[in-house]
Each structure stands twice: as C-alpha cells, then as structure tokens.
C-alpha cells in the first residue's frame, strides 16, 4: 500500500462520507488497512495517532498524485492508492519500475526479510557468484606455494630465490588495484570482473608452459596472474555496496570472503593430490579450466546493480533501493563522472589512513601465513608436503567459518544499536589483537598438532577484520569504495612482498622463523592501536574541495 502527502484531505473527505453512509466508512477502513505487503510502524511515531490503518502525519509520508474518491452507486468507495497483490514478491522488475524506484517511489519503511527470502533473494545468488570468483582467485595463487616445494628442489632453489618466485605474482599485484577500483567505479563490477577472472584464469592454465619455456616466462606469468586478480576485491567492495543495504554488508561480505578463504584450503589440499595424479602442473590446468567455465555463468546470470537485473523481483528492487547509501547510476551518469578520482583529498583524511595501515598489516599477515607455513611445517616440524599442505589449510576453512558469524554479529550489533563506528572498532581490534597473540603461541608449540591449532586460532581471527576495514570501505566513502580499495589494495601489497621476500631472507640470515612471527605479532598490534584512534563508521565528504 503506498501512501500519499495528501492523507489529511483524504480524511476530512472520509469523515463527510461517514455522514452520508455509514456502512461505506467501514469499507473503505478496511480496504485501507490491509494490504500484501507488511508496513512497519516507525517507533519514533508512536505517539501519532493511527487513523484508517495509517498514521495521521503528512511529514512521515511520500507525496503522490493526488487522491480522489469515486462512490459508487452503492456508495462503496475506491480508495485513492496503488494496491499490490500477493504475487508482488514473484514479479520481476522492468526498466520502468526501477525508475521510479529510484526517483523515490515506494515505501520509506518495509520490513525485514526472513531468513528464507534472504537466502533466496537475488542479491544471495549476485554474493554467491562473488563468493566462487574469489575462491577461483585464491585458489590460483595458493597453488604455487605447494608447488615451489619441488620445483625448488628439482632446480635447486634457494629459499630466498623461492621468495622471489611467490611474490612475482605481488608485483602484478601492485599495478592493478587503484586502476582496477577506478574501472569499478566507472564502468560497474560485471564487466570488470568477467575479465578479471578470464585473465587470471589465462595466467593460471599457461603456467606449465611457462615454466617449461624459461623462469623469465614464469616470473611474467605469474605477474600476469596479479595484475588480473588485482581487480577482484575492489569489485566485491562495489557490488556490495550497491547490492545491500547497510544493516546487510557484514553478512554479505563475510560469504564472499568465505569463498576467498576456502579457495585458500581448497588450493593447499587439493594440490598435491592433483600433483600426485597429474604432476606437478596438473593443478594449474584444472583451475584455469574452471575459472572459464565460471566466466560464462557470470556474463549471464548477474547484473552490475539491482536497477539492471532482469531477475530481481519489484519488493526486492524496492527494499534494497529504499535502505541504500549507495545510489544506482545510470550509464549516462557513469560517463559524466570524472575519469580521475580525487586522489589528494582522498589522502588527505585519516579515515582513509585507518584504512590503508590496517589493510597493510592484514596483507602482511595473510601472505606470510599463505606462501611460507606449508615450507614451515616441512622444516620446524619434517612433515611430507601433503601432511604440511593440510595443516596449512585446515586454518582457512575456520577463517571461511569465523568470518561469516563474525558478519553475522557485527549487523546485530547495529540493528541493536550500537554504533557503526565503535562496532568497527570492536572487530579490527579483534581481527588484529588475537592473532597477534596467537602467533606468539605458535612460536612456543612443541608438536605440529599444536601448532596447527595455534595458527587456526590466528587465522580464524584474522576473519573479524572482514567486518572492520573490509566494511569501512563502503561506509566512509561509497561512491569511491572501488578506487579506495585499491588504494588500500596497493598499500597491503606494499606491505605482503615485503613481508613474503623479508621472510626469507629472515630465515636465511637468522636460521627461524619464530623471530619473524613475533615481529610480526608486534606489527598487529601497533596497527590495531592506529585503527582505533583514527577510523570512522560515518560517511566523509571526499567531494567537498574546501
């Protein structure tokens, strides 16, 4: 049912009709008061009177055009307001609809989905399709550092050289985020992911080749593998900031980063068993074959934003448009953007600097932990490479669980109230004060056992960073979430080929690895202390240029 600015006249109208026809009155209460879709009550109007189903306030409601009451001869009444039947939840969205959604149409409050509506919605299957991408991506990277084991001792690699080899990939790396984000922003996630994903998947499946032909060929392979896989974040951060809403973003991108973390398992375990069966390139092939098959399903089935997709349904274009912070452009208004981001007065604010520190000693950690902890297994603790690949992986797959509950409680905590900024705060200091301490456990575990649950402690950890800076990004600056990313990408890559290369020179020169983690350990902690002292929840003006 919708409402319009003209509800007042509408009841002193209703009012001459009750004198005339009693019966009529309640007709028309009736008519008014019920409807397929559920209105919730605003609280903070709940001193405001209801009156035939809705509430006696013209500045709580939408104006529309204006109403009218025809009587019939029976004196039944037709009251002035769109109605929608029960199938509204079945009808797709056309071009029109979306239109007049965005200009402002339909409801200022709907009521929350249930959890079945929410699993179903098209926005589950947009996050889902993300969720594989990302798994794709980690997946494809991983799968060299089981594999630099025996290439290492077949061409007698040293392990600073094997650095080298693992952080080729983060040279391409580097390149791609902030012009990738600014693609994003431009031109929307569907496109820029679709050939993201087919580049990567390209690099990935001709690996072997390269390898066979000459280092210099890998090395530019493997760089070839981070430029295109540079993009994949930045899009994630911009679908989803346009694909839910606010009190929606935690959850939605704990499921994408939980495909990330089990490609990251799926890779270290299914490696050497590819490797065992088809040797050491086999992995290599079966990746990139399925990352092509996943590109023919994304350029099909998936849409930049909800305004554009044929699937989605009207209740559910509505919902998401009505709670969004994040307005729909048009392919006009994407043109007439300007083509280089604000750069200086994006840098010129501290909540971009809690940003790029934090995504900075997350990448750090994350790539120490994912090149060399299969090479530490091996070497602290002289278990075979399948034994080390497992107690490598098993951390991911907690990290995939952790971070979707971790999603899951930090949109609690703001539907309940709690800022957005202090809930923030909650779950980067979360995200960076536990494993930090938990890698100084892991320095002190006697077997590989303990050890592993050590770094499945860390990792899993790890996870509540999603919901802090992960999040943020949309939060203080939506319009630019994909370009910001990438700014903060380029730092955290910054930060990981230091830390992949530092690492092994570390343990050539000091002959262990546990100085390196309690290093480390101390880094978490001092970016967690910058965290909470300089990031904001709010959105910050970066278009103003006073």
């Not at 709907?110 to 179903?120: L, V, Y």
């Not at 934003?305 to 209740?315: A, F, M, W």
């Not at 990448?363 to 994912?370: E, H, T, Y």
Request: hydrophobic share 45%; glycine share 8%.
């Amino acid at each position: 049912m919708l409402y319009s600015h003209s509800s007042l006249s509408l009841s002193l109208s209703l009012f001459s009709i009750h004198r005339m026809n009693s019966p009529s009155l309640t007709t028309v209460n009736r008519q008014l008061s019920s409807s397929s879709i559920p209105c919730r009550r605003n609280p903070n109007l709940s001193h405001i009177p209801y009156f035939f189903g809705f509430p006696c306030s013209i500045s709580s409601i939408r104006p529309l055009a204006a109403p009218s009451l025809s009587v019939s001869a029976t004196g039944a009444t037709s009251p002035p307001f769109k109605s929608y039947s029960s199938v509204v939840n079945r009808t797709r969205a056309s071009s029109s609809d979306a239109q007049s959604v965005s200009d402002g149409g339909g409801f200022r409050e709907m009521r929350e989905p249930s959890f079945a509506e929410f699993i179903t919605s098209e926005r589950v299957k947009v996050v889902a399709m993300l969720a594989l991408a990302l798994a794709l991506c980690n997946a494809d990277r991983v799968v060299m550092s089981v594999a630099v084991v025996p290439l290492s001792q077949s061409r007698g690699w040293r392990q600073s050289f094997a650095g080298i080899v693992q952080s080729s990939f983060l040279w391409g790396y580097l390149i791609s985020p902030i012009a990738g984000g600014t693609l994003v922003d431009r031109h929307g996630g569907k496109v820029v992911m679709g050939w993201g994903v087919a580049l990567w998947s390209l690099a990935t499946f001709l690996t072997p080749w390269a390898a066979e032909t000459s280092l210099l060929a890998l090395l530019a392979m493997r760089m070839l593998l981070g430029i295109a896989e540079g993009v994949a974040l930045p899009c994630m951060n911009n679908m989803i900031a346009r694909w839910f809403p606010q009190t929606e973003r935690s959850r939605a991108v704990g499921l994408a980063m939980a495909g990330f973390q089990l490609g990251s398992a799926i890779g270290l375990t299914l490696s050497p068993i590819l490797m065992s069966q088809g040797g050491i390139y086999g992995p290599f092939v079966i990746f990139g074959l399925s990352g092509f098959l996943w590109v023919l399903v994304w350029v099909s089935a998936t849409s930049s934003s909800p305004d554009r997709s044929p699937q989605i349904s009207i209740y559910e274009l509505k919902y998401i448009q009505s709670r969004s912070s994040v307005p729909s452009l048009s392919k006009n208004q994407l043109k007439e953007r300007q083509a280089i981001p604000p750069f200086r007065r994006l840098l010129s604010r501290t909540p971009t600097w809690a940003v790029i520190s934090a995504n900075a000693m997350h990448s750090w950690g994350f790539f120490v932990i994912l090149s060399w902890m299969p090479i530490y297994f091996k070497t602290i603790y002289h278990v075979d490479l399948r034994q080390a690949a497992w107690f490598s992986a098993v951390p991911w797959s907690m990290m995939a669980l952790v971070g979707y509950f971790a999603g899951v409680l930090s949109d609690m905590m703001i539907q309940s109230g709690t800022s957005v900024t202090l809930t923030r705060k909650i779950m980067q200091s979360i995200g960076f004060v536990g494993p930090g301490l938990a890698l100084i456990g892991l320095t002190m575990a006697k077997t590989p056992l303990i050890a592993s649950a050590w770094l499945t402690l860390a990792v899993g950890l790890k996870a509540f960073s999603h919901c802090g800076f992960l999040v943020n990004l949309q939060e203080i600056a939506p319009q630019y979430s994909g370009v910001l990313h990438g700014m903060s990408n380029t730092a955290g890559t910054l930060a990981a080929i230091v830390g992949t290369v530092g690492a092994g020179f570390f343990v050539e020169l000091v002959g262990s690895f546990k100085g390196f983690l309690l290093l480390t350990s101390f880094l978490y902690f001092s970016a967690a202390l910058f965290w909470n002292v300089y990031c904001t929840g709010e959105r910050v003006d970066f278009d103003e240029t006073s």
